[in-house]
């Protein structure tokens, strides 16, 4: 019998050294993909696509949740709601999980594209400069996720009845994120929030800093937990480390020149975390616990979205329509992809390197005519999704774009 368990134990060992227990990531595109196919739509896709097989979920703003094939590129199928779908899509077995405009989260049986159950809450557009909505997330069977009316929201998958709710101070557009049990999220109020995920029991509140611009220091974005540590930026032109048990700061760091946005961590890089800025215009690689600067990649616009990973490589978009492929070791941009949208009008505000045009001012008059800038050049709000052998992102053109090997 000992024998016995010493062959199991050399078998282990052998699957885990020849990765059969390991989940890789996807090889490394250090060159410029192909474009394998282009879906065009009638309004802006703001939310991220989602890969489920051969089917790539994703919102549109014309209230519409598409399915498409991921070899073709072909609609599948699409299921109308009353608003806009600016959130992300959750898969679980055979439902889908988002949220819309209209004020409901949705659940979708993705055979027969039909609601197993709708729950309502309230949303709405904070103003020009949010994009997105709270996406639900998936843990215990609950949903969690936040909406327009103030309230972070655990609901039940299985029947859409309420689990738990609380009210915040405002408006709550950030995606939860849940760690060893407990859930946190931000809130316009200028609080980030720690509950206890089961039962919904406020565990702590940290208030942000504030700006001039921003006095509340509202809190647009989602929160990446590692370890012991919450890492999340705010309108306070702030990146916060908050401990995750007693919700005090261990450091925080200003961007003076605007927002830090999105938080990408890899376990493979466990030091590290990737960080997504708006008028910054770089991506940061930064020690997660003392926050010194590895490295910044010079985007020349803003970035909202986290990164996709590969092995040694990171792929993120802006909102100037341009999607780059950087090396995670040195930082160094390997390749750029650029939108139809980008080819076709950046010259109608930008030089050819990317800057505004000293005419800028008169071009651009209105937060509308700022709105429709970004979108007709293709902007990229969200994060990529990665297969073996895609890199697939969407776009506020109306495009979704599948790069292949």
């Not at 989260?105 to 027969?112: E, G, W």
């Not at 939860?176 to 509950?195: M, Q, R, T």
């Not at 480390?241 to 999105?262: L, M, Q, Y």
């Not at 000293?358 to 509308?368: A, L, P, W």
Request: charged share 20%; hydrophobic share 35%; with cysteine.
């Amino acid at each position: 019998m000992e024998k016995f368990y010493k062959w199991i134990l050399i078998l282990i060992s052998l699957a885990i050294c020849t990765g059969l227990f390991s989940q890789t990531k996807p090889k490394d595109f250090y060159e410029l993909p192909k474009v394998k196919w282009i879906y065009n739509a009638s309004s802006p896709f703001i939310s991220a696509p989602v890969v489920d097989g051969n089917l790539i979920y994703t919102g549109n703003l014309d209230g519409n949740l598409y399915a498409i094939d991921i070899n073709s590129g072909k609609t599948k199928w699409k299921f109308k709601t009353n608003g806009e779908i600016r959130s992300n899509v959750t898969v679980s077995d055979n439902k889908l999980f988002f949220t819309s405009g209209d004020g409901n989260l949705y659940a979708l049986d993705k055979n027969t594209q039909k609601p197993l159950w709708i729950f309502n809450a309230s949303d709405k557009q904070y103003d020009t400069n949010d994009y997105h909505q709270s996406s639900p997330v998936l843990y215990n069977n609950i949903l969690y996720f936040g909406m327009g009316d103030g309230k972070v929201y655990a609901v039940n998958s299985a029947d859409g009845k309420e689990v738990w709710s609380y009210q915040t101070g405002d408006i709550v557009h950030s995606t939860p994120a849940i760690h060893k049990e407990k859930l946190f999220i931000g809130s316009f109020d200028g609080n980030v929030y720690g509950f206890n995920a089961a039962d919904g029991a406020l565990l702590w509140k940290f208030k942000t800093v504030g700006h001039s611009f921003f006095p509340r220091g509202e809190v647009q974005f989602s929160p990446t937990p590692v370890n012991v540590t919450v890492y999340i930026a705010a309108r306070d032109y702030n990146l916060y480390a908050i401990d995750f048990e007693k919700g005090v700061c261990r450091w925080n760091r200003e961007f003076p020149a605007g927002w830090a946005t999105s938080v990408t961590h890899s376990p493979d890089r466990d030091s590290i975390i990737l960080l997504s800025t708006s008028d910054p215009k770089h991506l940061f690689c930064i020690n997660r616990a003392n926050e010194k600067t590895y490295w910044q990649a010079n985007l020349k616009s803003q970035a909202f979205g986290k990164c996709a990973l590969s092995e040694n490589m990171c792929y993120i978009g802006t909102m100037m329509g341009k999607f780059f492929g950087i090396d995670i070791n040195t930082g160094e941009i390997k390749w750029v992809f650029s939108t139809d949208g980008y080819n076709k009008n950046h010259l109608k505000f930008f030089t050819p390197d990317d800057e505004y045009r000293d005419d800028i001012m008169s071009i651009i008059k209105t937060d509308k005519e700022y709105i429709d800038m970004i979108y007709s050049c293709g902007a990229i709000f969200s994060t990529a999704a990665i297969t073996e052998n895609e890199l697939i992102f969407s776009s506020s053109e109306g495009t979704i774009y599948c790069l292949g090997r």
